[in-house]
């Protein structure tokens, strides 16, 4: 078992039933990213806050220092060169202010994340929806969008999974139904994969 999931189910016991998916999840962004992909990710109210959250951890040192390569400091001044920091290519969909209200108004709010999918998304990358249900209609048909571009999806959920456990590649559940509880334990859950990935990438 990877070494930082040792030390969540240390710190949170209650994680022990989705320690597979939660590795399952951080095999596939790490197969993404290693290939050159980039990760989608949306999320409604709280969870939205969570995929800006992650978004933050994933495009800039999280624990651990990215210098640049050698190589890529040669190609920028020196000033960048010095202040620039390895990144995982990652996009909050819950960041398009104007594309998502401008969808909503002239076409459907529940078709948004999915019109973002079908736009950025390619063969080889990722989008992770948090849904403490797991029923989260624009999530679902975000991941519809995705499967149709060719595309892995993972989500976030609470204890049932929802409809999300169905339709994604891998869904980690949560051990709780409250939707606050659910929230926390996600954070946790999400930490835990930033610290693998940066881990993976930046760790020597």
Request: net charge negative; proline share 4%; hydrophobic share 45%.
């Amino acid at each position: 078992m990877n070494p930082y999931i040792q030390a969540l189910l240390g710190r949170i016991p209650a994680l022990q039933s989705c320690a597979d998916d939660i590795e399952r999840v951080f095999e596939m962004m790490m197969t993404c990213y290693d290939s050159g992909g980039k990760v989608l990710i949306c999320g409604n109210g709280g969870s939205a806050a969570d995929a800006e959250h992650w978004t933050g951890e994933l495009m800039k040192a999280f624990e651990k220092s990215r210098p640049l390569s050698p190589a890529d400091r040669a190609k920028l001044p020196p000033v960048l060169a010095e202040r620039l920091q390895g990144a995982l290519p990652t996009i909050p969909l819950t960041g398009f202010m104007s594309l998502g209200s401008a969808y909503a108004n002239d076409v459907d709010s529940a078709y948004a994340f999915a019109q973002m999918v079908w736009g950025l998304g390619r063969a080889g990358d990722i989008l992770v929806g948090l849904t403490t249900s797991g029923n989260s209609g624009n999530i679902l048909h975000a991941f519809e969008a995705a499967r149709a571009r060719g595309m892995k999806t993972a989500a976030l959920t609470g204890a049932s999974g929802g409809k999300a456990a169905d339709i994604t590649d891998a869904c980690i559940r949560v051990p709780a139904d409250v939707t606050h509880i659910v929230q926390e334990y996600h954070v946790s859950v999400y930490h835990c994969i930033s610290q693998m990935l940066e881990g993976a990438f930046f760790g020597a």
